[in-house]
């Protein structure tokens, strides 16, 4: 499966799709970040609320490797708290899951 997987990426990054692919995951994980803020703010970019939890304060460029290859990203920041995009989080495994026999 890994030699698949590198064939499959090695494809992808020569092609001339390989851009666009990139631009549309740049796109929608931007779009996501807007929802996660909008949701942790209580207001969503630009718009007037008096039940603002946090407001924004510009945006962390961060690069984002993916298997289309490298995503250039502007992070939120906010000016009270913090925000991390959750697609970005480190995947935790569970030490034990279902399917595991007793020991």
């Not at 990426?9 to 996660?36: C, H, P, Q, T, Y």
Request: hydrophobic share 35%; proline share 4%; aromatic share 8%.
């Amino acid at each position: 499966m890994t030699n698949d997987m590198m064939n499959v990426r090695s494809l992808v990054e020569k092609s001339a799709d390989a851009d666009l692919l990139r631009e549309m995951i740049g796109f929608a994980a931007e779009r996501l970040m807007e929802l996660e803020v909008g949701s942790a703010t209580g207001a969503d970019f630009g718009v007037k609320n008096s039940m603002r939890l946090a407001q924004r304060n510009g945006y962390r460029d961060r690069d984002w490797e993916t298997r289309a290859g490298t995503v250039e990203l502007r992070i939120p920041k906010l000016r009270t708290g913090s925000y991390f995009p959750s697609f970005l989080a480190p995947r935790r495994r569970s030490a034990r899951g279902p399917g595991y026999g007793s020991w």
